[in-house]
């Protein structure tokens, strides 16, 4: 089983910076690729980041690149999404996610987090 717990969200104002964290069991950033995806009110849940640790492949949605970095702390256990920058159009419910596949895991992942809120006001 894979568990994915996120926290780091919170209300900020635009151009500001928050640092969500996925936690996960052990082994599983360095084994599963690992990605983060958003859903604002509304609107479809989309991919933001993901990365494949033992590849070394990032990849990132064309709205978050320059802005948001995505990395793993292995030995914590742990993904973390940096967002800079951050705008009013960044305000969603962002979601940790893990797969095997790192293709699948920017489409359709097969592990869940229950989300955190991200608010941006201007």
């Known amino acids: 089983q894979v568990q994915l717990v996120e926290s780091g969200g919170g209300l900020v104002q635009a151009g500001g910076s928050l640092r969500l964290a996925c936690e996960a069991p052990g082994r599983t950033v360095s084994t599963y690729a690992m990605g983060w995806f958003r859903q604002a009110p509304g609107n479809e849940r989309e991919f933001v980041a993901a990365?494949?640790?033992?590849?070394?492949?990032?990849q990132y949605a064309d709205s978050v690149k320059g802005r948001f970095t995505i990395s793993t702390d292995n030995a914590k256990n742990t993904v973390y999404l940096q967002m800079n920058s951050l705008d009013p159009e960044d305000t969603a419910v962002y979601y940790c996610a893990a797969d095997k596949s790192f293709a699948d895991v920017t489409i359709s992942p097969d592990y869940w987090g229950r989300g955190t809120q991200v608010t941006v006001s201007s």
């Open positions: 990365v494949n640790w033992i590849r070394g492949v990032t």
